[in-house]
């Protein structure tokens, strides 16, 4: 999977992405019945919000946040389907039994894609503190636990 990052207040990247948009899938609407919900992946019970429409942008939160860190996403969503969703023990994501780390991270990231119907697409990634990592981790295609 191909992952690239961006400033989303101030880069071209973004602009660029924007001008050859990719509609969300019909089959986003089978999978959200709302433009949130707690939902299955990866075996884990994940908050994923979705909105907007246009090619993928994933905003990551830090440790301690939520999806609810990311304002922004509702002016991002007129150029780009905006997947905002809570890492496992975080927000309104329960905590497993199994044990958190970046690795997991990334896994849930494209399994979040794939549930959003992007799976295989480039996705623009957006990360704040820990969010960061996870999308470092993600583009270098090494997973640290």
Sequence with gaps: MLFRSADPMASAELLRLSRGRRSAPASLSAHLAMPSSLTTINGRSLFVEVSGTGPPLVSLHGLGGSTNLFPIAEDLSTSFTVIRFDFEGAG?????????????????????????GFEGTPAVLFGHSLGAAVRSTSQSGKSRS
């Design 92 to 116: 309104k994501s329960p905590l497993s039994s199994d044990g958190l780390s970046v690795k997991k991270f990334v896994e849930d990231v494209k399994a979040v894609l794939s549930f959003a």
